[in-house]
C-alpha cells in the first residue's frame, strides 16, 4: 500500500543534541512537508520541498534543518539551535500543492527533550 | 487568505448525527473545502472535500450553501470511535502548498 512512513514514533533528546526524524514516501508526490504541532494547536510548517534537491523554509524554520536527495525523502533534522523542541511532528506529501485536498499524512513522531 | 472559525468543541452521543459548521471568509470561488480528521499521536486523515452543494461519501456529508461563506460536515450516527479533532481547510498558502490549519473542533462522543 502506498503511504507515509516516519519512524521512530517516539524520540528522546538530551539538551544540546541534534536528532534526525525520518520521512519516506512511495506515493509518487513531489511535494513534501513537515508540520509541527502542540498541544492543543493546530500544524504550523517547518519546511517544505516541492522538488529534489530543493526546499524552503516555512514558518518556524529556525533551528531546523532538512535534506531533500531523494524524491522519496525529507528528513528533518532539530538541531541543539532548536530551544523548544518537544512536540509532535508530522509529515505529508501533498499530489497537487495548488489545492488542498489530496495531502497524506505520516503518523508522526513525538519528541521529547530529557 | 481565507480563515476559517470552527467551535472548539462539541459534545455527542453515539448513534447521533453530529454537523460541525466552518465560517470562512474571502474564500475564492474556485477553493474547495476540505475536512481531516484527526486521532490523538496520529497524522490528520482526509475525510471529505468539495467544491460547492453537497458531496457524500462512506464516512460524511459536506454541505455547502451558495454563497460557500460556511459549510457544514455531517456525520452520520457517531460511534466512540469518531471521537477526534475535525479540522476544517479552505486555504493553501500561494505556491507552497502550505494547508492553513486553525484550531479545529474537537468532537467527544458519548456513551
Known amino acids: 500500500d502506498g503511504g507515509i512512513t516516519q519512524s521512530p514514533k517516539y524520540l528522546f533528546r538530551k539538551e544540546g543534541q541534534n536528532v534526525t526524524l525520518s520521512c519516506e514516501q512511495n506515493?509518487?508526490?513531489?511535494?513534501m512537508y513537515w508540520y509541527r504541532q502542540d498541544p492543543g494547536q493546530g500544524l504550523r510548517l517547518i519546511y517544505y520541498?516541492?522538488?529534489?534537491?530543493?526546499?524552503q523554509k516555512g514558518d518556524i524554520a529556525e533551528g531546523y534543518s532538512v535534506s531533500r536527495e531523494k524524491k522519496e525523502s525529507f528528513p528533518l533534522t532539530v538541531t541543539s539551535a532548536q530551544k523548544n523542541p518537544t512536540a509532535f511532528y508530522l509529515c505529508?506529501?501533498?499530489?497537487?500543492?495548488?489545492?488542498?485536498?489530496?495531502?497524506?499524512f505520516g503518523s508522526g513522531t513525538r519528541l521529547t527533550v530529557v | 487568505l481565507a480563515k476559517t472559525t470552527q467551535p472548539i468543541s462539541m459534545d455527542s452521543y453515539e448513534g447521533q448525527e453530529v454537523n460541525i459548521t466552518c465560517s470562512h471568509n474571502?474564500?475564492?470561488?474556485?477553493?474547495?473545502i476540505t475536512w481531516y480528521q484527526q486521532f490523538p499521536s496520529q497524522g490528520p486523515r482526509f475525510i471529505i472535500q468539495?467544491?460547492?452543494t453537497k458531496v457524500t461519501n462512506e464516512v460524511a456529508s459536506l454541505f455547502i450553501p451558495a454563497d460557500k461563506k460556511s459549510s457544514t460536515l455531517s456525520l452520520p450516527r457517531v460511534s466512540l470511535s469518531d471521537t477526534a479533532v475535525y479540522y476544517c481547510?479552505?486555504?493553501?498558502?500561494?505556491?507552497?502548498?502550505?494547508?492553513?490549519f486553525g484550531q479545529g473542533t474537537t468532537l467527544q462522543v458519548k456513551p
Open positions: 505529508a506529501s501533498s499530489i497537487d500543492r495548488r489545492r488542498n485536498y489530496g495531502y497524506t
Open positions: 506515493l509518487n508526490h513531489d511535494a
Open positions: 520541498s516541492q522538488i529534489v534537491n530543493d526546499f
Open positions: 474571502n474564500i475564492a470561488t474556485n477553493d474547495y
Open positions: 468539495g467544491y460547492k
Open positions: 481547510l479552505v486555504a493553501i498558502s500561494g505556491n507552497t502548498g502550505k494547508l492553513i
